[in-house]
């Protein structure tokens, strides 16, 4: 339900109960604004999961090739290169 159609059915419930004094219609308008809205998650979800980025960074730090790398984790080249840029694992 969008929240646009909650507000209206707040609303309507509201009038229904200040002119009947309705115990079900008070009991069900304390219960609605007791609830939140649906959370929407912002951005893009994850291609890929902490394990498949955790690998990268241990195959990586064991010497294996960019290309092998992508290859073993089903990654593009361009994942594996861009998240190694972003997130450069200590070599020392």
Do not use: F, W
């Amino acid at each position: 339900m969008k929240t646009s159609e909650l507000e209206k059915l707040k609303q309507l419930l509201e009038k229904y109960s200040d002119e009947l004094s309705s115990p079900e219609a008070a009991k069900l308008l304390g219960q609605l604004r007791n609830t939140s809205p649906p959370k929407k998650n912002a951005g893009r979800k994850r291609k890929y999961s902490d394990e498949t980025i955790k690998a990268i960074c241990a195959l990586y730090l064991s010497g294996t090739s960019i290309r092998r790398i992508a290859e073993i984790t089903g990654c593009s080249v361009g994942y594996v290169h861009s998240h190694l840029k972003g997130h450069k694992p200590e070599t020392t």
